[in-house]
């Protein structure tokens, strides 16, 4: 299975931004349907985002709706996800892999993870 390598992470204040990128340097990434994920310390992965590679729909939890935004970036092969509004309890690692993307939800069917990339939000 294809990795995907994310990183953008960092330490903000509450209220700051933060955008993240998703690579791949040998798969095409516009053709395939890519989800976020994010660990919190101490709690299970949840998934956040997706992005659609047949229609371009999108697919945001309920606790980043508003906030946070996924698109891509063809011409660097790229998938990011701009945060906004940070806030204390969307710090974590975060992970993008290829997923199936619906309109209510993600799906990761595999068990393989990257490296991720931390994002701590904290005063």
């Known amino acids: 299975q294809w990795q995907l390598a994310e990183s953008g992470g960092g330490s903000v204040q509450p209220g700051g931004s933060l955008r993240l990128s998703c690579v791949n340097s040998?798969?095409?990434?516009?053709?395939?349907?890519i989800g976020w994920f994010r660990q919190a310390p101490g709690k299970e992965r949840e998934g956040v985002s997706c992005?659609?590679?047949?229609?371009?729909?999108?697919y945001y939890a309920d606790s980043v709706k508003g906030r946070f935004t996924i698109s891509r970036d063809n011409a660097k092969n790229a998938v990011n996800l701009q945060m906004n509004s940070l806030k204390s309890e969307d710090t974590g690692v975060y992970y993008c892999?290829?997923?199936?993307?619906?309109?209510?939800?993600?799906?990761?069917?595999?068990?393989?993870w990257g490296e991720g990339t931390l994002v701590t939000v904290s005063s």
């Open positions: 892999v290829p997923v199936s993307c619906y309109e209510r939800g993600l799906w990761y069917g595999g068990n393989e």
């Open positions: 040998g798969v095409t990434l516009a053709y395939y349907s």
């Open positions: 992005i659609s590679g047949s229609d371009g729909h999108t």
